[in-house]
């Protein structure tokens, strides 16, 4: 057994995802000594799972903790996104282990992840907003006693421990209580239980908690230095495989999506935005993207010359009416002539 684990998580219609990331992780880090652990559910195709196998997966069907969530919640992310918490459970069986959300995309070697921790998350990448602001707040709804739920926020997606956590046991014990007590409360039920366990490290235990740059290990696709990190993580409304652009963006990951079909795997089930920008590639992107800036020039200067027409009509007017005006005035019975 290799001292180090990989660990994903995704339901039966997410296994294209965990495949292009696979794919991604032979080609960057090709001398990674560490096992793969994908915890699946029962609607996993048989098919889909032999090809995640034969990537190097060891599938592993997850019962999620019994614990009242908010439905909204659930409905968003399933309860796959509690898998994440087993990572402390394995850490009795690996020196390190490290979580990936599979709407990460790998473009370089990420061995360097499993020598963080003891517990390492990357703060939400600033990126993500269109103010290029941090968003405050945990994803709890309330207050949380002796918490902090409007402090920053940090991203679950990237998740890196290792051995010198002590007591990691515990602390997925202490993870499931908060789950049980907070649950209707956890907007992200899982990014909310870590950042309250981030926060309490922080706080008594700083030396066990290291924040990941999220530069090189969780950069958002707004973000420009996404384009060279090491793990890009499309969290938010747009991922890679429901939005033609995004997938224009990152061609690397395209291109594995589309080494996963040839190889027979499930597609994508749900819609894809800008999907026809798909047609031809970046290139084809940009084209389009021109042209559509060129016929809004046309449109403007067609407008602008418009304007000038209607300014010169309107002086004209103008000029009209100040000499009616200006005959009615000398018209008047009175006025001297």
């Given at each position: ?69 908010d439905p909204a919640a659930l409905k968003l992310f399933s309860h796959m996104c509690l898998a994440r918490l087993e990572a402390f459970r394995l850490l009795d069986r690996y020196r390190s282990v490290v979580w990936l959300d599979v709407d990460t995309a790998i473009q370089d070697d ?60 515990g602390m997925y014990r202490q993870c499931m209580e908060m789950l049980r007590a907070y649950g209707p409360q956890l907007k992200y039920p899982d990014q909310a239980v870590l950042n309250l366990l981030m926060q309490a490290l922080l706080r008594d235990k700083p030396e066990l908690a ?128």
């Amino acid at each position: 057994m290799a001292s180090s684990l990989l660990l994903l998580g995704i339901t039966g219609d997410m296994a294209f995802a965990a495949g292009c990331l696979l794919q991604a992780l032979r080609r960057h880090s090709p001398g990674l000594a560490a096992d793969i652990r994908v915890y699946t559910d029962d609607a996993l195709p048989e098919s889909d799972a032999a090809l995640l196998r034969g990537l190097g997966a060891d599938l592993v069907r997850y019962a999620p903790p019994d614990c009242a969530l908010d439905p909204a919640a659930l409905k968003l992310f399933s309860h796959m996104c509690l898998a994440r918490l087993e990572a402390f459970r394995l850490l009795d069986r690996y020196r390190s282990v490290v979580w990936l959300d599979v709407d990460t995309a790998i473009q370089d070697d990420i061995s360097e992840l499993f020598n963080w921790g003891p517990l390492s998350m990357a703060l939400e990448d600033p990126h993500f907003t269109d103010a290029g602001t941090s968003r405050a707040g945990i994803n709890i709804r309330g207050e949380v006693p002796g918490f902090d739920a409007a402090a920053p926020n940090y991203n679950s997606g990237v998740l890196a421990l290792n051995g010198d956590l002590p007591d990691a046991a515990g602390m997925y014990r202490q993870c499931m209580e908060m789950l049980r007590a907070y649950g209707p409360q956890l907007k992200y039920p899982d990014q909310a239980v870590l950042n309250l366990l981030m926060q309490a490290l922080l706080r008594d235990k700083p030396e066990l908690a290291r924040v990941l740059p999220h530069d090189r290990f969780n950069a958002h696709p707004r973000n420009p230095a996404s384009l060279r990190a090491a793990v890009m993580h499309a969290f938010g409304a747009y991922k890679l495989w429901d939005d033609g652009l995004t997938r224009c963006a990152f061609p690397e990951w395209q291109r594995d999506y589309l080494r996963w079909l040839s190889s027979g795997g499930s597609p994508w089930q749900g819609q894809v935005d800008n999907a026809e920008f798909l047609e031809g590639g970046p290139f084809f992107m940009l084209r389009r993207l021109f042209d559509s800036a060129e016929a809004a020039q046309e449109v403007l200067e067609r407008q602008q010359d418009e304007l000038e027409r209607e300014r010169a009509l309107r002086v004209k007017l103008e000029r009209i009416v100040a000499v009616m005006e200006q005959k009615n005035f000398d018209s008047r019975p009175g006025q001297d002539r």
